[in-house]
């Protein structure tokens, strides 16, 4: 298997979160879509130049994270269950996994991009915080009864939300959400997703330097 992603695309550190968790064996390809050369050659494989992708073992191209980490638990035996079989977990697992990427990574990128503006509009912003936060309230609720997102286990929306947690820290500083910040606390600590946090700082490292072909 190879994976085409980038180690500061939250989609894609979804998947690796969800690689490691599998200890699932890949090729790594690092996709670098600012830089027109990279991105001209992965547009030949995948024209849409979407992040995360997975190429199979038998030639299969498989975009969408939460697709790719279905087709893992499936294939890949050994390591932790993402989608587990019961029924009723198995459809809360998806729908959480549905709204975090929806209502919360998405968002959080709309967010980003206000803040980024020059002439920044502050209604929008408000708005948008607005609404992010009935959703942290949300997360914050189910929590307070669940360890993971969905009971006892780490699973796909686990997959979904741990890597919006440092943006959505940060730019909604939600420290009075006493299960979320637990939650936080316990994701930090989890080995899987220290192995996606060694390769963001790197990367993030790597990009302050200038080593990154940044056009
Ligand atoms: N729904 C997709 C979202 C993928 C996505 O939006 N990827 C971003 C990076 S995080 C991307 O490739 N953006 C490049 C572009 O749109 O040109 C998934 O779950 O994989």
Redesign the pocket.
């Known amino acids: 298997m190879e994976l085409f992603y980038?180690p500061l695309?939250?989609?894609?550190q979804?998947v690796l979160l969800g690689l490691y968790e599998k200890q699932a064996n890949f090729f790594p390809r690092v996709v670098e879509?600012r830089d027109p050369v990279q991105r001209a050659e992965f547009a030949q494989i995948y024209p849409p130049?979407?992040?995360?992708l997975l190429k199979t073992s038998d030639g299969l191209l498989l975009?969408?994270?939460?697709i790719i980490i279905e087709y893992l638990d499936r294939q890949v035996r050994g390591g932790t269950r993402l989608l587990p079989d019961m029924p009723s977990v198995n459809l809360r697992v998806r729908l959480w996994d549905r709204l975090i990427?929806n209502d919360l990574n998405n968002q959080l990128f709309v967010l980003e991009q206000l803040f980024n503006e020059s002439q920044q509009d502050e209604l929008k912003i408000r708005q948008l915080r607005n609404r992010l936060w009935l959703t942290l309230q949300e997360l914050d609720n189910q929590l307070a009864d669940n360890h993971w997102l969905v009971g006892d286990g780490f699973t796909l929306a686990d997959c979904a939300l741990v890597p919006c947690l440092d943006t959505l820290f940060d730019l909604l500083t939600p420290f009075e959400l006493d299960n979320l910040c637990r939650y936080r606390q316990q994701a930090n600590i989890r080995g899987a997703w220290e192995l996606v946090t060694d390769e963001i700082t790197l990367a993030q490292a790597e990009e302050t330097a200038g080593v990154r072909n940044i056009p």
């Open positions: 980038h695309s939250r989609y894609s979804k879509l130049c979407k992040l995360p975009p969408e994270s939460s990427d």
